[in-house]
Nanobody
């Protein structure tokens, strides 16, 4: 059973940076694509970025392109989201989620950014607040 735990959220001023971490336990991450999602208060959960099972493909939402970087270290069972040039609009609870590669390739060059229905295992989220 795959379990995911997010960390690294907090309060940051506009223009600042945060690095989120998603740590997995239970099974290897080698066969899972990972998506980062966020959910602002009163809004639906939306995809932010995804990374394929061994990191060869990454996809970003238009709203974060050029500012966020997703990466992974399967040996450490960790996935990261480096967030730079943060804006108040980035304020949300951020979640990581895993999609078993047996489902098919859900994160590839040219694919849509991560979609909720493509992911089966979820962390509980970490709050990111961008405010002056």
């Amino acid at each position: 059973q795959l379990q995911l735990v997010e960390s690294g959220g907090g309060l940051v001023q506009p223009g600042g940076s945060l690095r989120l971490s998603c740590v997995a336990s239970g099974v290897t991450l080698d066969y899972y694509a990972i998506g980062w999602f966020r959910q602002a208060s009163g809004k639906e959960r939306e995809g932010v970025s995804c990374i394929s099972s061994i990191g060869e493909h990454t996809v970003y939402a238009d709203s974060v392109k050029g500012r966020f970087i997703i990466s992974r270290d399967n040996a450490k069972k960790e996935v990261y989201l480096q967030m730079n040039s943060l804006k108040p609009e980035d304020t949300a609870v951020y979640y990581c989620a895993a999609s078993n590669s047996l489902r098919g390739n859900v994160c590839y060059d040219g694919s849509p950014v991560s979609r909720v229905d493509n992911y089966d295992y979820w962390g509980h989220g970490t709050q990111v607040t961008v405010s002056s």
